[in-house]
């Protein structure tokens, strides 16, 4: 049981350059998060689906977007790289809504550097 | 704002020494309070998840209190291993908000030494 998994786990990006995070998860669950770590700021999250074919912005959802087309996998994009955008991606995933008590599973985290 | 705030960045104890780490929020009604347990290079993992109703949770070696009067949570290890040393983070999600709204708090670094 795979769990959350996120690729690529590392990554340099050139400013203005775009790229996508794959997350899949294969517990059927109906929610996704992306979130951002970075040092002093804890776990930030940047956008989130409650199920196939839907999205939500989080805290901090500028510059980034995200895909839900298949309830296994969520996509965050990045068009154009800043390098604000260097940080540490968490993927995760609960059965339904954290609000109701659910434990989200995170991913190993992808590193994105932007130069 | 809703804020949450772990008191220490890190926390130094002795083997076999009962570790206290400290979760306090502000601005927040929060249903439940969750711990989990963060290791260098890796994702977090889920540990304990206590409810406004709740008083105390236990699971094996960790104890977790919730005191929504000083809006305050505790989480600690007994009997402390090298092996505990990691990132502790608390998490908050109330009643109401977002179904994506957990809010994490920076977390606190725990190095157990032998």
């Known amino acids: 049981n795979a769990g959350v998994t996120q690729t690529p786990k590392f990554r340099v990006l050139k400013t203005g350059q775009s790229m996508t995070l794959l997350c899949a998860q294969d517990m059927n669950h109906e929610y996704m998060y992306w979130y951002r770590q970075d040092p002093g700021m804890g776990l930030r999250l940047i956008h989130y689906s409650v199920g196939e074919g839907t999205t939500a912005k989080g805290e901090v959802p500028d510059g980034y977007n995200v895909s839900r087309l298949k309830k296994q996998n969520f996509l965050l994009g990045l068009e154009s790289a800043a390098p604000s955008q260097t940080s540490v991606y968490f993927c995760?995933?609960?059965?339904?809504?954290?609000?109701?008590?659910?434990?989200?599973?995170f991913g190993e985290g992808s590193w994105l550097t932007v130069v | 704002s809703q804020k949450i705030e772990q008191n220490s960045e890190a926390l130094n104890i002795q083997e076999g020494k009962t570790a206290t780490l400290t979760c306090n929020y502000t601005n927040y009604s929060p249903a439940y309070l969750q711990w989990y347990r963060q290791d260098p290079g890796r994702g977090p993992v889920f540990l304990l998840l206590i409810r406004e109703n709740e008083k105390e949770k236990r699971k094996e070696r960790l104890k977790v209190t919730f005191d929504t009067t000083l809006k305050q949570s505790l989480f600690h290890i007994t009997a402390s291993q090298p092996a505990d040393s990691a990132t502790y983070l608390c998490?908050?999600?109330?009643?109401?908000?977002?179904?994506?709204?957990?809010?994490f708090g920076k977390g606190t670094k725990l190095s157990v030494k032998p």
């Open positions: 998490a908050l999600a109330a009643y109401g908000g977002s179904q994506g709204n957990l809010i």
């Open positions: 995760a995933s609960s059965r339904t809504g954290t609000g109701v008590g659910n434990t989200i599973y």
